[in-house]
């Protein structure tokens, strides 16, 4: 008697229903590697292109430029980009003006982390008196219009690069406090939390060995996201004559420069504006990839 066979549908191995469920899996892991690779590898060649690029290709200097070769079109002999009003090289003031923005941006960052990550990390996990007297102080600073205070601050302490860091690290303490605090109140309620209290761990101990690792994320994409906004406040500050002083360059004073003869040159306010539009969107966009990976592990 012959039996009747039984078609197997490819829809019912298991080996094959595995794989149509791990291939969506696969794909999102890959987009959250690119979007993390693309804006990470555009920051990367920017960083490259300011700190290296005017000694590997022996740029002339910032500022002495010859009044006399003053607004040279592009691709003139020895100037690519052509010449300010000054005489001076724009592509080697774009240079180290995005070097100045940069190194800007990291210490007002790296402060706000250091500090305001520590005062947000202690009032979240120390509580009580701590934790109000912190928070209290810090909603003060938030309570008032940053942008303002920040121009009034680089108003009083002078035009400079070093008051320009200070002026701007004082608001983003704060902003990393509330952001270190908010993360220190989710993991206190962990499992591992209580054990390392029932273990009698220090204090000390339990911030830099449990807490400071698993807040590390959110912190550095809070940074990546403060970057953009930094080098955007760092360029209206030098753009009202508050942030880095002429004649060293930055692309807030180029833009300024550069709008005194706008209809005749508009390049002069094309070049830096767009080095801005540039970075800021790659720094924004690799924080917002670098916090979407994360926040789906």
Request: charged fraction near 10%.
């Amino acid at each position: 008697m012959a039996v009747a066979e039984t078609p197997i549908s490819v829809t019912d191995h298991p080996g094959v229903e595995h794989e149509h469920e791990e291939a969506p899996a696969r794909r999102g892991r890959w987009r959250r590697s690119l979007g993390v690779a693309v804006p990470g590898g555009m920051v990367a060649l920017i960083v490259a292109a300011c700190f290296l690029g005017p000694v590997l290709f022996d740029l002339p200097s910032p500022v002495g430029g010859n009044i006399l070769e003053s607004y040279l079109p592009a691709f003139s002999p020895g100037h690519l980009l052509g010449t300010d009003p000054n005489g001076n090289d724009i592509l080697s003031r774009l240079l180290y003006g995005g070097r100045a923005s940069l190194f800007i941006a990291l210490a007002v960052n790296v402060l706000g982390l250091v500090v305001g990550g520590t005062l947000g990390a202690l009032s979240g996990y120390l509580g009580g008196v701590v934790d109000t007297v912190i928070m209290r102080v810090l909603d003060v600073l938030i309570a008032f219009p940053s942008l303002v205070l920040t121009l009034a601050v680089a108003q009083a302490l002078g035009p400079s690069m070093r008051n320009t860091i200070f002026a701007l690290a004082f608001f983003s303490i704060p902003a990393f406090a509330r952001v270190a605090r908010s993360a220190v109140l989710r993991l206190r309620e962990m499992p591992f939390m209580a054990a390392a209290q029932l273990c009698g761990t220090p204090a000390w101990r339990v911030l830099f060995k449990h807490l400071a690792p698993n807040t590390a994320p959110q912190l550095i994409t809070f940074g990546m996201l403060g970057m953009g906004i930094v080098i955007i406040i760092e360029g209206a500050l030098s753009f009202l004559g508050l942030g880095i002083p002429d004649p060293a360059p930055s692309w807030g004073n180029m833009v300024a420069t550069g709008q005194l003869s706008l209809s005749a040159t508009p390049m002069l306010v094309v070049w830096p504006s767009l080095a801005l539009l540039v970075t800021v969107l790659s720094f924004n966009l690799l924080g917002e990839n670098l916090r979407a990976r994360w926040s789906g592990r």
